[in-house]
C-alpha cells in the first residue's frame, strides 16, 4: 500500500520524537519500521514497550531470536526477517540456525527447535495451540512462563509484521545483507 510516510526524529509528530531520538541513540539509526510506526505514536510505544518486556522474558538469548524470526517467517514479514536475522547473528546465534529459521526448517537443537515449533504453531493456528502441542514443547524441557512469553514474542511481531505488510516497508541498508524474499506471494 502506498500513503505510509517514514518519519525521522525531527518531522514526526511531536509525541513520537522522543522515542525516534531514544532509538538513534540506542541503534544508530533510527529504523524505517520506527519511522513507520511515528505516524501513531502509540502504536511505535506498544512495540517498543513490548520489545522491552520481551528481552526481559525467561526465554534464553538464542530462543527469543528463534522466536522473533520464526514468527516473521510465519507471517512472511520481509523486513522482520532481515532485521532479525541480522541481530540475530550479531547475538552469535549460529549462521546454521539462522538459515533453517529462514528456510522454515526444523532446527538440529532440542530446546530451540521446540521453540520454533511451538512459535509456528501459534502463529499459523493463531493461537489455538492444542495441548499436545503444548506438552510436547514442555517435554523439551521449557516452562509454562515460556510458553506465555513466547505468546508476547509473537504479539511484539504481529504488531512490526502487519505494519511492514500494510505500509511496505523500506529495508533499512543496516539489514540489507540479510535480505529475505520467501515471502508468500501478496493477493
Not at 67 to 80: D, H, M, Q, R
Request: hydrophobic share 45%.
Amino acid at each position: 500500500m502506498s500513503g505510509f510516510r517514514t518519519y525521522d526524529e525531527s518531522d514526526a509528530p511531536e509525541a513520537a520524537r522522543p522515542m525516534l531520538e531514544a532509538a538513534k541513540k540506542r541503534m544508530g539509526f533510527v529504523t524505517t519500521l520506527n519511522g513507520v510506526m511515528a505516524e501513531s505514536p502509540e502504536l511505535l510505544a506498544g512495540y517498543n514497550a513490548l520489545a522491552e518486556q520481551f528481552g526481559k522474558s525467561s526465554l534464553p538469548a538464542a530462543a527469543k531470536q528463534v522466536v522473533l524470526i520464526t514468527a516473521s517467517v510465519a507471517n512472511g514479514c520481509e523486513y522482520c526477517v532481515a532485521a532479525h536475522s541480522t541481530l540475530a547473528l550479531r547475538a552469535r546465534v549460529p549462521v546454521a540456525v539462522v538459515e533453517d529459521l529462514r528456510a522454515d526448517r526444523p532446527l538440529d537443537d532440542p530446546a530451540l527447535e521446540a521453540v520454533r515449533r511451538l512459535t509456528h504453531a501459534m502463529v499459523a493456528q493463531r493461537g489455538w495451540v492444542t495441548e499436545a502441542e503444548i506438552e510436547e514443547f514442555l517435554a523439551a524441557g521449557p516452562t509454562r512462563r515460556h510458553v506465555l512469553d513466547i505468546v508476547l514474542g509473537v504479539g511484539m511481531k504481529t504488531l512490526s509484521n502487519y505494519t511492514n505488510h500494510i505500509a511496505c516497508t523500506p529495508l533499512d541498508p543496516a539489514w540489507a545483507d540479510q535480505a529475505w524474499t520467501g515471502a508468500p506471494v501478496r493477493g
